[in-house]
């Protein structure tokens, strides 16, 4: 990493007409545009997110927590916004990067600009870049930490971007579940969404699902509550004793952000008394890297990750191949794993672990998101599946 006093000659190009923002990445890199959304500077991890639609429940994920979206779709918020699509209150994700400009929406649920909509959540975005070269960059040389600046006198101030971005510690060792995790214990019955009546409601739930929120979706919520489940959502930090005080017939492991080894520091003892009970368990994306850490395996950070709503998996036990959504950044190391566990899922890009069952247990996760918000509904089956092993334990 360079120091932040030595020069960088691109800090020192003139601003290019009309350019009221930029991305300054840590080697020193200029990418100029048109600043959208919040005026001011974030500093974060660039990734890029491949899906077609979605944009909203993308950029309200909390997993995105530490993390600038460059979109490689260029037609974000034409659908404009609207207070259904979101996956939580406080959006996480630190900026945005677009191709195109801002559109005026063109979509009968829309009732908000998508440019509004950023302004009312703080969130710097950035339309005019060459997103398809800022992602073979980071599909060649892996995610850079960058920081996103929108100017509100339309001069950004290059040199302070880039050191703040040089001296970003990036997400290895960051634990991000802590800032984006419930600060107390609530309930969740809201369903699935029907076109005419909205978010259904489960006045008949047929088991209790403890949810350990380390940056849930609400949509993973929602397809619980779908299946059957009424559902307590707990801190991340909560303790075994605490979760089995509130006698679930199965424990939930959300999605989140940040480095799973770090969050496990504390979650991993949780998750070992949770399987030590016997109780059903399901973990999801970040809940999945906290199973294996939990049985003894490793996580390490992949170059450039997984973000988009096209990820071919194979169901290893069916052969079945599901089109998934997915986000994340980290991986179980599959040498690491110990005997008794199995690896019932694989990535058909990369090979890497998307599955795990612990034998004579019952236990099994996914990296990818089965709810789907956005993307394709082929893995909705697992929430089934764990509907049943509940089932089978009662």
Known sequence: MPHPKAPIPALDMPRPPGA???VVLADGTVLWGKGVGATGQSVGEVVFNTAMTGYQEVLTDPSYAGQIITFTFPHIGNVGTNPEDIETVTPAARGCILRADITDPSNWRSNRHLDDWLKGYGIVGITGIDTRALTRRIRESGAPNGTIVHAANGEPDL???WALAAKWPGLEGMDLAKEVTCRQSYTWDEAEWTLGTGYDRQVAPRHHVVAIDFGAKRNILRCLAASGCRITVLPASVTTAEVLSWKPDGVF???????PAATGAYAVPMIQGVLAAGVPLFGICLGHQMLGLALGASTF???TGHRGANHPVKDLGTGKVEITSQNHG???DEKSLPKGVAVTHRSL???SVEGLAVDGKP????????EA???????HYLFERFVEMMAKAK
């Open 159 to 161: 040199a302070a971007a």
């Open 363 to 370: 236990a099994f996760s996914v990296q990818y998101h089965p």
């Open 20 to 22: 009221t923002g930029a």
């Open 253 to 259: 492991l959300s999605n989140g952000p940040g480095d």
């Open 349 to 351: 890009f990369d090979g």
């Open 373 to 379: 918000s956005p993307g394709p509904q082929d893995s």
């Open 330 to 332: 980290f991986v179980v």
């Open 301 to 303: 950070k992949m170059e």
